[in-house]
């Protein structure tokens, strides 16, 4: 894929929350989380805000990185790897109670949430996304403008 | 002629009226005896631009009647497919072009890369180019598709976008503005006995896609082809020039090659080939007019080179086609556009293991050199060798050579182009920054408006646009994802949201005609 700035960042924010949003409401409930169904969700989907909001920063991180390549292109490799760090800081955040307010995830419901979000939101955007927004590829990435 | 009616020229004929009238009437051409035919838009071209743009038309909605393709291809690959051919890749070569850019399928979903596993017989055969398009090009080189499967997948588009049905032979002449709005275009068809040569198309909208001006033959060449009166010993790499190889087989000789592209990494790649399979004794020259001895250009636009060749895996950094090196293009103009391509730097090959390795094999026997110079001269030799005068800088360097190819594939003015010339000269056309048509970013060609007609172009005719790469597959894609926008916007068609997508590509997988 080769993003835009703007690109990035919509994609992170809007795709993630429409294709991370439905995985998550529909993973939630098998989730083991050790907590009631509606304390889940909540938990669920805080992760999920904390995955696009620290993801926009590292978006700027990517793009800057991005700038280093002759292409301006961010092979689909980077995208699958760039859950790794991205994960590993989140967990890091959570688990130590690093993060300004108290969300209670259990290590095996943390991860598994995680690994499946990533990769059913880069899966689709790796290909079929290009059938739901056809001039998405065309403008780095951008749903809009 | 009539001398009684001097405006009246033979059926079909063009009369020297129409030639000097810049906008035409209907009664223009009745008095002509050219007949008029109705069509809301032409396609001029009928190679992949236009194939390009009716496919997505087509999956807008558009019907069959409502579109006209003029040319005189017999399939929209033809031209496509003879350059290919030519220049030296068979059916079962790799192209040099993205897993997503196909032409056939305006969504480049499923890539070709997928369509290639799942076609596999063995694990190997799914897996090997799953795994080279997850890891491209950080783990090997990027995924390409074989001539054939493209070839192969636009095939089954033409029919089941039913594009035959929309043909019409012939050889455009010339488009002109008509005074009511819209355009004529003018169609010479093929002679059948007395039949009429030539028609007008009465059109609201009209998209030209006429692919290269022509090659143009470098001055030595040329001067080389008159002299000797032959075109035997010094080809162009994009003209068939099979003869070279054949003559090589039966007698060893030195070959010179001009060039540092891809089309002369695959001459090299022949001609290493006859060496090793034949057990020929073929000398190379190879002329460098840029040597490219490691990485070039800035910190944040820097390009991988060395051994003489620029490396890049496609015809453009591919961020041209969608991401931010096409939003920086769109934002210049003029002198800014000029600098902007330069900075995406010249002639460029991508970087293959296997040609690299035969090169420094070939360099190591000593039967490659490289030379960095302009070819200043050609001229005929003793015992029917090229002799090549060849400017080296502060020197000058003498060389014999039993054949010239010169891969520089250097394209003519638009000038040159008939209808291109006669647009520029009567129909408000201009030209951009790096001198082709000048076209808005909707790649409707500026200055020729008709009342509620659109002119539009893609493709070669506008290299120097604000879209760089225009000349590619996913290039005539973005043009006529632009022009249909365009186009829809202006109510002609239905504009592709999401739904419709999804519908239209469900209809493609399944192979249904539309």
Redesign the interface.
């Known amino acids: ?5 703007s ?1 990035r960042i919509q994609t992170r924010i809007l795709l993630f929350a429409a294709i991370g949003g439905t995985w998550t409401a529909l993973i939630t409930p098998i989730l083991p989380t050790r907590l009631p169904l509606d304390a889940s969700f909540a938990m669920a989907f805080t992760v999920l805000g904390l995955l696009i909001a620290l993801g926009v920063l590292w978006e700027l991180a990517y793009h800057l990185l ?3 390549r ?4 961010w ?4 995208s ?1 790897l760039a859950g790794v760090p991205e994960g590993v800081l989140l967990w890091l955040l959570l688990s130590t109670d690093t993060w300004f307010w108290d969300v209670p995830v259990t290590t095996q419901g943390f991860w598994l949430w995680f690994i499946s979000t990533w990769l059913v939101v880069w899966a689709l955007l790796s ?2 996304i ?6 998405r ?4 990435g951008r749903l809009f403008g | 002629m009539s001398a009684a009616v001097p405006s009246v020229a033979r059926s079909g004929d063009l009369a020297q009226v129409l030639v000097d009238t810049d906008v035409w009437t209907e009664a223009l051409l009745t008095d002509a005896g050219v007949p008029i035919l109705d069509a809301p838009l032409v396609s001029v071209g009928g190679g992949l631009g236009s194939f390009a743009l009716i496919d997505i038309l087509r999956i807008c909605g558009l019907s069959t009647e409502s579109l006209r393709v003029l040319t005189p291809l017999s399939t929209p690959w033809e031209s496509f497919a003879y350059l290919t051919r030519v220049s030296q890749i068979s059916h079962d070569d790799r192209l040099r072009s993205d897993a997503s850019a196909r032409p056939d399928n305006i969504w480049g979903f499923p890539s070709y890369a997928v369509q290639e596993a799942f076609r596999a017989d063995t694990v190997r055969g799914f897996l090997a180019p799953l795994w080279q398009v997850l890891t491209e090009p950080l783990f090997g080189e990027h995924y390409t598709p074989r001539a054939a499967q493209v070839l192969e997948a636009l095939s089954r588009e033409h029919r089941r976008i039913r594009y035959s049905q929309m043909v019409a032979a012939g050889q455009v002449r010339m488009v002109r503005r008509r005074r009511a709005g819209g355009y004529f275009t003018i169609l010479t068809t093929p002679e059948w006995g007395n039949s009429v040569r030539r028609i007008a198309f009465r059109s609201a909208y009209v998209h030209l896609a006429v692919g290269y001006a022509g090659l143009m033959f470098l001055p030595d060449l040329q001067g080389y082809r008159e002299s000797a009166r032959s075109s035997n010993r010094v080809v162009n790499a994009f003209e068939p020039h099979e003869h070279v190889y054949d003559q090589l087989r039966r007698r060893p000789g030195t070959v010179m090659v001009r060039g540092s592209g891809v089309v002369a990494s695959r001459v090299l790649q022949r001609l290493i080939d006859e060496r090793n399979v034949h057990g020929l004794q073929t000398r190379v020259i190879h002329v460098f007019s840029d040597f490219v001895s490691g990485p070039q250009g800035p910190r944040f636009m820097r390009r991988r080179g060395g051994d003489g060749f620029a490396y890049q895996a496609f015809d453009e950094p591919k961020a041209v086609w969608g991401g931010q090196l096409r939003d920086r293009a769109r934002r210049t103009e003029g002198a800014q556009r000029v600098e902007f391509y330069n900075l995406l730097g010249d002639t460029s090959t991508p970087y293959r293991k296997e040609w690299a390795v035969r090169l420094a094999t070939a360099r190591e026997q000593g039967w490659y050199s490289s030379v960095v110079g302009e070819v200043d001269a050609l001229e005929p030799g003793a015992d029917d060798l090229v002799s090549a005068r060849i400017e080296t800088g502060p020197s000058v360097l003498m060389a014999e050579a039993s054949f010239v190819i010169d891969c520089a594939g250097l394209e003519s003015d638009i000038g040159e182009q008939r209808i291109l010339a006669d647009l520029l000269q009567h129909t408000g056309a201009g030209r951009n920054p790096l001198g082709r048509l000048d076209v808005e970013p909707s790649f409707e060609v500026r200055g020729t408006r008709s009342g509620n007609g659109r002119l539009y172009a893609s493709g070669a005719a506008t290299h120097g646009g604000y879209l760089p790469g225009a000349d590619t597959f996913l290039g005539l894609q973005i043009a006529a994802q632009e022009i249909a926008d365009d186009l829809a916007s202006e109510g002609f068609c239905r504009k592709l949201g999401t739904l419709g997508s999804v519908r239209q590509w469900l209809r493609w997988a399944r192979n249904t005609v539309i």
Do not use: I
């Open positions: 894929m080769t993003y835009s700035l690109g991005q700038q280093f002759w292409d301006k292109d092979p689909t490799l980077f699958l290909g079929p290009r059938v739901l927004l056809v001039r590829r065309w403008r780095g």
